[in-house]
């Protein structure tokens, strides 16, 4: 049984002002968003994790997309500096939560720009994103903070996708799963190819559970063959803004 916490923010009445950067703006329909955040939220509690709220930001459209503002690595929360300056007030909830928490708190300082979307932690090796929202000293202050941690972070160039974590993620036994032509793969271990945008976007849950978005069936499919359990969740006017379902909350692991 997870006893661990996962950090989730409420969408924003302004959500559907929220920043689309790679493909054209339609409308949201901000009601139904709120309706697929509480079944998000429960299936992270069905999964084991304990909900907790991140302050509201109401005057931030972008702000239900937690994950940018906050790395968790074991004991260690890295605030980050978003590429957005739009949404660096969304800091400081992020801030609270983390130290309500009572993990070890440190910052990216300018000139660094980081969102936490573009951070792969698959063991002790973090991939991240670096070229859209994420810049090289981001990524050199966030190499140095996770080395305290004993982590090996490599840099990802991108290719016309928001986030590394838009295109890559990693199943619960560390295989890659992406849309290859949207990353330089060199920069990358051998990877599982899909062909579905929402399939290359998942969460482990702990044991063999992981989150995906309902707009990806052939993908749930296929990770049910490979022996995982597929945790299946509609996220449609996320999707809507570029969101996928690790932008929607921050795991904290429990430390042992």
């Not at 928490?101 to 300018?110: F, H, K, Q, T």
């Given at each position: ?249 921050v795991l904290v692991p429990p430390i042992s």
């Amino acid at each position: 049984m997870i006893t661990g916490a996962a950090l989730v923010r409420v969408p924003s009445s302004r959500l559907a002002d929220g920043i689309v950067t790679h493909i054209a703006r339609t409308p949201v329909d901000v009601e139904l968003a709120r309706r697929q955040h509480d079944d998000y939220r429960a299936a992270l509690d069905g999964a084991g994790w304990s909900v907790v709220d991140v302050a509201p930001a109401d005057d931030c459209p972008d702000s239900v997309f937690v994950e940018d503002t906050l790395v968790v690595c074991d004991d260690l929360a890295v605030l980050t500096r978003p590429g957005a300056k739009e949404r660096r007030p969304e800091i400081a909830g992020a801030r609270a939560a983390a130290e309500a928490l009572l993990l070890d708190v440190v910052e990216i300082r300018a000139p660094g720009t980081l969102d936490g979307g573009d951070v792969l932690q698959v063991g002790d090796r973090v991939y991240v994103g670096v070229g859209g929202r994420t810049n090289k000293e981001g990524f050199e202050q966030l190499q140095r903070h996770l080395a305290t941690r004993g982590r090996t972070a490599s840099p990802v160039a991108l290719h016309g996708v928001l986030h590394l974590k838009s295109a890559v993620t990693a199943l619960p036994d560390g295989t890659l799963v992406a849309l290859p032509n949207l990353v330089d793969i060199q920069a990358l271990p051998q990877l599982l190819p899909v062909e579905e945008e929402g399939g290359c976007h998942l969460v482990p849950l702990g044991d063999e559970r992981v989150l995906i978005a309902a707009s990806a069936p052939r993908t749930a499919d296929l990770i049910h063959q490979l022996g995982f359990a597929p945790v299946v969740v509609d996220i449609s006017e996320y999707e809507k803004l570029e969101g996928c379902v690790t932008c929607l909350s921050v795991l904290v692991p429990p430390i042992s």
